[in-house]
């Protein structure tokens, strides 16, 4: 299971998203999940999900690399679709058990909220870490942020922790599966069990993960400064920003889906939510 998470990895490719502006990538992710919450009817979700397949195929990174992107997240998901068909309340009755009362409006509410939650992470994924390098996606941060420096925000050290934590996640995950390789060599069980059992076999996990996760943070700690790296004061940029044609198609695309969904909000509002 660990393995099938791919957040914060990166895929190399020469695609319009790789190639455009982290700035570009920055602001066209922000309002991608701006408008996705404002798809009401099936019609916009139908537009978003086509919209979504064509940008990964334009980006060209696997479809099975999305799809393990979902996978660690179905729990998550189809605990939040339980919730909303149970506590959605609507006029159909589908079906009714004592206090229990299921709704055609929640079960529709519900598939809508599962494929928000599907949509927002495998837009975000492509938009931004699969096609971006995390040298990039420091540099976009910062300069989104640049006018916070006026006010004496570190921009440069907040935009490069968010970027290594992000970057740390899957090293965090492989060193996770060595030790849990060796955890089981040793005869130690994590499939067997009740809850209680299973939540006190991660201890032989968690305590080596930890010691593990503050070894290789000092370590980089030590690398960075040893490149005499001091903060973003005086810093100067081998590659400047600069947007470009891909950043143009960028902004189309988002247009594109913007008046999307608000026209098939307006046109064809069936089972609205």
């Known amino acids: 299971m660990m393995k099938d998470v791919t957040l914060g990895q990166y895929f190399s490719g020469n695609s319009v998203l790789h190639r455009a502006d982290p700035r570009a990538k920055l602001m066209f992710a ?3 999940i701006i408008v996705l919450f404002f798809a009401k ?12 397949i064509m940008m990964i195929a334009i980006s060209g990174v ?5 799809i393990r992107a979902v996978k660690p997240l179905v729990f998550i998901i189809l605990f ?20 229990i009362h299921i709704y055609l409006e929640g079960v529709i509410f519900a598939l809508f909220m599962a494929v928000r939650i599907v949509l927002l992470v495998v837009g975000m994924t492509i938009a931004l870490t699969y096609t971006t390098t995390p040298i990039a996606l420091t540099d976009g941060i910062e300069a989104l942020l640049n006018p916070l420096k006026k006010i004496k925000v570190p921009v440069h050290d907040f935009a ?36 209680i059992k299973k939540a006190k076999s991660l201890i032989p996990i968690l305590i080596p993960l930890f010691v593990s996760s ?25 590659k400047q920003l600069r947007y470009g044609k891909c950043d143009i198609v960028l902004f189309i695309l988002a247009v594109v889906f913007v008046a999307g969904i608000l026209l098939c909000n307006y046109f064809l509002p069936y089972i609205s939510i």
């Not at 009817?41 to 979504?52: E, I, K, M, P």
């Not at 696997?62 to 999305?66: G, I, L, R, T």
């Not at 939040?80 to 206090?99: C, M, R, Y």
């Not at 960075?224 to 004061?233: A, K, V």
């Open 62 to 66: 696997p479809f099975k690399s999305v």
């Open 160 to 195: 490069m922790m968010m970027t290594i934590a992000m970057r740390f996640i899957p090293t965090l995950i492989e060193e996770t599966d060595k030790i849990m390789d060796a955890q089981k060599a040793r005869g130690a069980d994590f499939e067997n069990g009740g809850l």
């Open 30 to 32: 922000f309002f991608y």
């Open 41 to 52: 009817s099936a019609a916009s979700f139908g537009f978003a999900l086509l919209f979504t």
């Open 80 to 99: 939040t679709a339980l919730l909303n068909i149970f506590w959605t309340k609507g006029e159909k009755v589908l079906f009714e058990w004592k206090f």
């Open 214 to 238: 503050f070894k290789r943070a000092d370590d980089l700690a030590v690398a960075m400064e040893c490149r005499s790296y001091r903060g973003g004061e005086g810093r100067t940029k081998l």
